[in-house]
């Protein structure tokens, strides 16, 4: 079965940067629909950003136009580079993949916090 591998997380400082990857295995990568999600501590998970297999994406409201999400299918890898890190930015950042029909995945998480 398929596997997601996040990694790119650590402690910046507002207005900082940051590039998380989510390595994807076991799953055909190019037909999945891919995401990343946050969690903060005591609150629901959220979508961040998405983009779809043929490119299109989709972002929250509080990230748009600081964050981007993109993939490379030949190295079956999906990226999110965040700039101008505010500290409401936060959480713990999960991969996911989609695709309908089968089962979906997530990732382990991995941890950003923005902090003076």
């Known amino acids: 079965q398929g596997q997601l591998v996040e990694s790119g997380g650590g402690l910046v400082q507002p207005g900082g940067s940051l590039r998380l990857s989510c390595a994807a295995s076991?799953?055909?990568?190019?037909?999945?629909?891919m995401g990343w999600y946050r969690q903060a501590p005591g609150e629901q998970r959220e979508v961040v950003a998405t983009i779809a297999s043929g490119g299109n994406t989709v972002y929250a409201d509080s990230v748009k136009g600081r964050f981007t999400i993109s993939r490379d299918n030949t190295k079956n890898t999906v990226y999110l580079q965040m700039n101008s890190l505010k500290p409401e930015d936060t959480a713990v950042y999960y991969c996911?993949?989609?695709?309908?029909?089968?089962?979906?995945?997530w990732g382990q998480g991995t941890q950003v916090t923005v902090s003076s």
């Open positions: 076991g799953i055909i990568f190019r037909l999945y629909r």
């Open positions: 996911y993949a989609f695709r309908a029909g089968y089962r979906d995945y």
